[in-house]
């Protein structure tokens, strides 16, 4: 099938996530400003993300559950507001503790309704299972080019305003999810046949038994985890790694923005190899292409270049776990209980993303550098791309119908 005959619900799943992550992944360039403005440490910007990422995994089971019984629709228009009011919110805050409930809540809960979990969800009951992972793919490069787009959006106002009003106007473009979100509904047998749809579990307790028993499920839970680790370490410290190193904010900026448009075709290149090969094998070449972007990264010397290569490099195998991962719940367990199974292997992967965060933060100002969370990020790849290795994926049997 080719994307152009992908149905309308993808385009506006895509559109929703380039502002939801294409704001979320510029987070890390408010660091400083932030952190100059309340006069803390880099560790407490670094909390707060990481308590948003938290509670970004915490809420995604249950949202993926609500999506499931009432619809992403819906779910997807709640989450909208929230976001617009955690940014809102923390523009005018006047505490900085202010920011766990603003920018960590509120964003992290408008973030769990409004990215990958609920609209990969939706996409999976309107696309035929043999196209998923390429589907899932294009929809992942959506979150990419918000990257992209955003991220020197994001630089140019803070150059010409302060970091308020740069929040201000973020918190104004996350309405017009809202509107996108009247575009994601889904029929209950929408890409799927009637058999396979039978053939199903039937409620949500028989779809968790079902995966809990499964021992890959927990491989790609543990592997998750670690992709979450890196994601959230890059994105909110390589501005200030590399600020460490002499560079100007714009060349963080390039940096970023080059992992969110190199990431656009890393993620659709990944996804389309996923519906060709083995998913274990595509997900451990990537974790193994991984290893060595980022030991090559902190081994060089770090320039410009070099900062504009890594972010090139690494934006290839980015996101690329995201429609691997999900296209393997989905071949395994089926598509009618996706937002809920892929919801908790979300959450596995935002406990990554916290300490990730936080961890980046609080070895820096331990230590006074970087160098050891790096290099336990090399290792954690190298680790990953082992584990996927014995998940059986051949999709679940089950003898008759669930009841």
Same mark, same amino acid.
């Given at each position: 099938?080719?994307?152009?005959?992908? $149905?309308?619900?993808?385009?506006?799943?895509?559109?929703?996530?380039?502002?939801?992550?294409?704001?979320?992944?510029?987070?890390?360039?408010?660091?400083? $400003?932030?952190? +100059?403005?309340?006069?803390?440490?880099?560790?407490?910007?670094?909390?707060?993300?990481?308590?948003?990422?938290?509670?970004?995994?915490?809420?995604?089971?249950?949202?993926?559950?609500?999506?499931?019984?009432?619809?992403?629709?819906?779910?997807?228009?709640?989450?909208?507001?929230?976001?617009?009011?955690?940014?809102?919110?923390?523009?005018?805050?006047?505490?900085?503790?202010?920011?766990?409930?603003?920018?960590?809540?509120?964003?992290?809960?408008?973030?769990?309704?409004?990215?990958?979990?609920?609209?990969?969800?939706?996409?999976?009951?309107?696309?035929?299972?043999?196209?998923?992972?390429?589907?899932?793919?294009?929809?992942?490069?959506?979150?990419?080019?918000?990257?992209?787009?955003?991220? $020197?959006?994001? +630089?140019?106002?803070?150059?010409?305003?302060?970091?308020?009003?740069?929040?201000?106007?973020?918190?104004?473009?996350?309405?017009?999810?809202?509107?996108?979100?009247?575009?994601?509904?889904?029929?209950?047998?929408?890409?799927?046949?009637?058999?396979?749809?039978?053939? +199903?579990?039937?409620?949500?307790?028989?779809?968790?038994?079902?995966?809990?028993?499964?021992?890959?499920?927990?491989?790609?839970?543990?592997?998750?985890?670690?992709?979450?680790?890196?994601?959230?370490?890059?994105?909110?410290?390589?501005?200030?790694?590399?600020?460490?190193?002499?560079?100007?904010?714009?060349?963080?900026?390039?940096?970023?923005?080059?992992?969110?448009?190199?990431?656009?075709?890393?993620?659709?290149?990944?996804?389309?190899?996923?519906?060709?090969?083995?998913?274990?094998?595509?997900?451990?070449?990537?974790?193994?292409?991984?290893?060595?972007?980022?030991?090559?990264?902190?081994?060089?010397?770090?320039?410009?270049?070099?900062?504009?290569?890594?972010?090139?490099?690494?934006?290839?195998?980015?996101?690329?776990?995201?429609?691997?991962?999900?296209?393997?719940?989905?071949?395994?367990?089926?598509?009618?209980?996706?937002?809920?199974?892929?919801?908790?292997?979300?959450?596995?992967?935002?406990?990554?993303?916290?300490?990730?965060?936080?961890?980046?933060?609080?070895?820096?100002?331990?230590?006074?550098?970087?160098?050891?969370?790096?290099?336990?990020?090399?290792?954690?790849?190298?680790?990953?791309?082992?584990?996927?290795?014995?998940?059986?994926?051949?999709?679940?049997?089950?003898?008759?119908?669930?009841?």
């Amino acid at each position: 099938m080719s994307i152009f005959r992908f $149905p309308l619900l993808v385009w506006f799943g895509i559109a929703i996530l380039i502002f939801s992550l294409g704001i979320r992944q510029s987070f890390g360039i408010f660091m400083m $400003p932030i952190s +100059e403005t309340f006069n803390t440490g880099r560790e407490f910007f670094s909390l707060a993300i990481a308590f948003q990422n938290l509670l970004f995994g915490m809420f995604q089971p249950f949202v993926g559950m609500a999506a499931d019984c009432w619809g992403a629709h819906r779910v997807i228009s709640l989450g909208a507001l929230a976001y617009a009011a955690g940014l809102y919110l923390t523009s005018v805050a006047s505490q900085p503790e202010w920011l766990y409930l603003s920018l960590g809540a509120l964003v992290g809960l408008g973030l769990s309704c409004t990215s990958y979990v609920i609209v990969l969800g939706a996409v999976a009951k309107v696309v035929p299972a043999q196209h998923t992972a390429k589907a899932f793919g294009l929809t992942t490069a959506a979150g990419s080019f918000g990257m992209f787009a955003v991220i $020197p959006g994001a +630089e140019a106002l803070l150059s010409n305003f302060d970091w308020q009003t740069t929040l201000q106007v973020f918190a104004l473009a996350c309405s017009v999810m809202v509107a996108f979100a009247c575009f994601m509904k889904t029929s209950q047998s929408q890409g799927t046949t009637a058999k396979a749809a039978e053939n +199903e579990p039937k409620t949500v307790k028989q779809a968790l038994q079902e995966a809990f028993a499964h021992k890959g499920y927990w491989l790609i839970h543990a592997g998750f985890f670690v992709c979450g680790f890196h994601v959230m370490f890059i994105a909110t410290h390589l501005p200030s790694y590399l600020a460490d190193k002499g560079l100007e904010a714009s060349s963080a900026a390039m940096a970023l923005a080059y992992v969110g448009v190199f990431n656009i075709f890393g993620s659709y290149f990944w996804g389309l190899m996923g519906d060709r090969y083995d998913k274990r094998y595509v997900m451990t070449a990537l974790y193994v292409a991984r290893t060595l972007v980022i030991a090559s990264f902190i081994t060089l010397p770090v320039t410009n270049s070099t900062a504009t290569l890594f972010g090139a490099a690494i934006g290839f195998c980015w996101l690329g776990t995201v429609p691997l991962t999900s296209g393997l719940v989905r071949q395994i367990f089926g598509a009618r209980y996706l937002s809920t199974l892929y919801g908790l292997v979300f959450l596995t992967h935002q406990v990554g993303s916290f300490l990730g965060a936080w961890a980046g933060g609080r070895i820096y100002d331990y230590y006074g550098t970087y160098e050891p969370i790096w290099w336990s990020t090399v290792v954690l790849a190298f680790l990953a791309a082992l584990l996927h290795l014995p998940i059986n994926t051949k999709p679940v049997i089950r003898l008759a119908p669930a009841i």
